[in-house]
Every structure is written in C-alpha cells, then in structure tokens.
C-alpha cells in the first residue's frame, strides 16, 4: 500500500494512461478525478464502480483506490490538501464541509445537474489549457478554476440522496432534509415543534412522517449529521474542542464529549489521535 501525500496547496495534473501507475494508493488529501476520455472501474475501498468520459469523482483522504482501465483514459486530477481544506470559507455554503458530508463513492460520478455536465468540462479544458501554456499570474487563476469546481461538486453532491431516504419520498421531506441541514449549527431550530410548525405538520405526526420516508427517526438522523461533520472538524481543521462546542451551540466540553461519545464509543481528544496518526 503507497500514501500519496503533497505539499502544494492545490496541484492540478493531466494524466493520459492505459494503466494504472499506482496499484492501491491511499490519500492524504482531497482529489477531484474528471475523465476527458475513456473508460474503465475505480476501486475504492473494497467497492467497483464503472467510470466513463464526462464523470467527475472525489476521493476523500484515508480512500485505498486503485483505477482499472479498460480503454486508454484521459484524467484531469484535482488534488487539495488539507490546509487548503482549512482556510477555505465561503458567505453562502461551507462547501468543503458539503463535499465531506455527502461524498458518496458508491454513487460514482458526482454529477447530478445536466447542465453543470458543460460547465466542468470547461473548466477541465481551462485547466489543461493553463497547464501546457503557463503564463503570468496562472496560479491564482488555477485557484479560481479549483474553487469554481469545487462550488459546482458541492452543489450537485448536496442533490444526492441521504442514503436512508426512499425514492418515493415527497418533495417535503427532502425540503425539511434541506433545512435540518442548513440549521444544524443552531440548536433551537432543530427542535420538533418548531421544524413540525415550519412545515405545516402536527408535532405527533412529524415522528412517524419522517421515519416512514427516511427509515430513521428524525432525531437520529439530526444527531448523525450533526456527528459526521464534527468528525469532519476533529480530523481536518485545527479547531480547539471549545470552538466546536460554540459552534454547534452545545452548553460545554463535557455535553459534546458526552454527546460524542455516545455516538463513537471514543472521547473526541482520542478520536482527534487517532487520525493524527493515521495520517
């Protein structure tokens, strides 16, 4: 097994191969993998999944992943560290914090808007064109590529499913999905009789309701997220304990440990080792 690490904030690479050049690599950072051409399966992490000209995927670090190519294929490789990860803020969306909740790789290709199909190849094509003609100020153009990728990977991930939800759930229980998310930092949002009275739903039928659609219960799929991205801010920033607690507007350290640990089965200082060491 080969770790790939960088030490570049962002490194955009054309790669045109007919085999893989690396058999079971494991990431130390974030990798968007757009095909211009060609096809084949990438493996990850025990998992085979079909790939093909115009898919955009991401691979998350700690993924083991190999690619097997069937036809000679042209990849654009977007990698992103973990400092990049870091300092990357937005006023409308985290969307780091969206690519690291929803990445899904048993779905594949990220891609769930048509019409954002054009907008990546695009920029894939940009970014070939700044690779093979380098220039003046390429690198903050570079960066505005990347981060204009990362915007539209963000939003097509957040168009997926939770995994828990039906195919034959309503449009409402996708728009409470919406706002349970979109509230998570804000405890008093998330209550039953508020999101019930939002959503125009009687507090004993909201229970039920959501369950029914999502095949969990609504307190637990708020506690689950709520605990993905948290793990999220313990293995990829470098946010004291009490930040996160502000943040998720627990009452102290020991209500998030406590929290944490029910969930984990590990107090967040050993969970926030454990990663340092995997890495």
Excluded: W
């Excluded at 095909?35 to 898919?55: K, M, P, R």
């Excluded at 891609?111 to 940009?126: G, H, M, Q, T």
């Amino acid at each position: 097994m080969r770790k790939e690490n960088m030490h570049q904030s962002v490194e955009v690479l054309y790669k045109k191969v007919d085999e893989c050049p690396i058999v079971n690599s494991q990431l130390s950072f974030f990798q968007m993998v757009y095909v211009l051409s060609g096809n084949g399966f990438l493996h990850i992490n025990g998992n085979a999944i079909n790939y093909q000209t115009g898919n955009l995927m991401l691979l998350t670090p700690n993924d083991y992943h190999t690619f097997d190519i069937v036809n000679t294929t042209e990849f654009l490789l977007v990698k992103i560290n973990s400092e990049y990860v870091k300092e990357y803020k937005s006023k409308s969306i985290d969307h780091i914090g969206c690519l690291l909740h929803y990445a899904t790789h048993l779905s594949g290709c990220i891609l769930k808007r048509k019409a954002d199909e054009f907008l990546v190849k695009s920029i894939a094509e940009s970014l070939i064109h700044s690779i093979d003609n380098t220039d003046i100020y390429d690198e903050d153009l570079t960066t505005h590529y990347v981060n204009a990728l990362i915007v539209i990977a963000a939003r097509n991930i957040a168009k997926i499913k939770p995994s828990g939800v039906k195919e034959s759930a309503d449009k409402r229980i996708l728009e409470i999905i919406n706002y349970i998310q979109a509230n998570i930092f804000v405890p008093q949002k998330l209550k039953a009789a508020v999101i019930a009275e939002k959503f125009d739903i009687s507090d004993t039928y909201l229970g039920s309701y959501f369950k029914t659609h999502c095949g969990e219960t609504i307190q637990s799929f708020i506690a689950n997220y709520k605990i993905r991205l948290i793990e999220h801010r313990l293995s990829f920033s470098d946010m004291r304990i009490n930040e996160i607690v502000a943040e998720f507007g627990f009452s102290d350290e020991s209500h998030l440990n406590k929290f944490f640990k029910k969930h984990r089965n590990i107090s967040l200082t050993a969970y926030r080792k454990s990663k340092i060491l995997l890495n």
